[in-house]
């Protein structure tokens, strides 16, 4: 009779054993995918900001292209930078570096050509009193702070995620469920702030 009692007690010990394990798995798992889901929502947010940027230009251009009929080439290119930065779609779970500095390439090439356009108002006296004009530059100072917020967010929570899978334990089980190391979003030098004037007003005379 007690050889039955101490085997069942050994098997209930070795039960709770597992289930204990499990459990233990099982929040480490819900743990990285917590942080992986921010890290994801983040990035979601930075195309958010990026999209939103690209459609207060789209939304703007059309009213502004009779104002600079004489410079169609400059808003050729903010057309078609925007064109190629909208192209460019990222999954950041499984994001490389290289796709990450091409995204970072296409949005400021998109910010160069800005830099261009809103230049002419020089050129063009009629268009810096046009109060689309002017709305558009406040607009575009809005946008590319809200980019800029977004990045950054979106770096932190990534680096919060690779910490996650790369400490003890959840080092023991992230290659076994997927979770592989997130990059972070490293824009080029100058994409990330407003047109410069100053330093671009010499390229269109």
């Not at 798992?29 to 789209?58: C, F, H, P």
């Not at 997927?178 to 994409?191: C, N, R, S, T, Y």
């Amino acid at each position: 009779m007690n050889k039955k009692f101490i085997a069942l007690g050994c098997f209930g010990a070795i039960v709770l054993f597992i289930i204990i394990v499990a459990m233990w798995v099982v929040g480490v798992y819900n743990g990285m995918v917590k942080k992986q889901e921010i890290a994801t929502t983040e990035w979601a947010n930075v195309e958010s900001a990026y999209q939103r940027r690209s459609d207060l230009i789209g939304n703007t251009i059309d009213e502004l292209v009779l104002a600079v009929k004489y410079n169609k080439q400059t808003l050729e290119n903010v057309i078609n930078a925007r064109a190629r930065a909208s192209q460019v779609t990222i999954d950041p779970t499984h994001a490389t570096p290289e796709q990450m500095e091409a995204f970072a390439k296409a949005q400021g090439e998109l910010n160069s050509a800005l830099g261009r356009f809103m230049v002419i108002k020089e050129e063009y006296p009629e268009l810096d009193a046009n109060p689309r004009f002017q709305n558009l530059e406040v607009q575009l100072e809005g946008s590319n702070n809200r980019c800029n917020e977004a990045r950054l967010r979106y770096n932190t929570a990534v680096q919060e995620y690779n910490t996650k899978i790369r400490s003890f334990p959840a080092t023991l089980f992230a290659s076994m469920f997927g979770f592989d190391k997130m990059v972070k979003f490293e824009a080029e030098e100058g994409a990330m702030k407003n047109p410069d004037t100053g330093i671009l007003r010499d390229v269109i005379q």
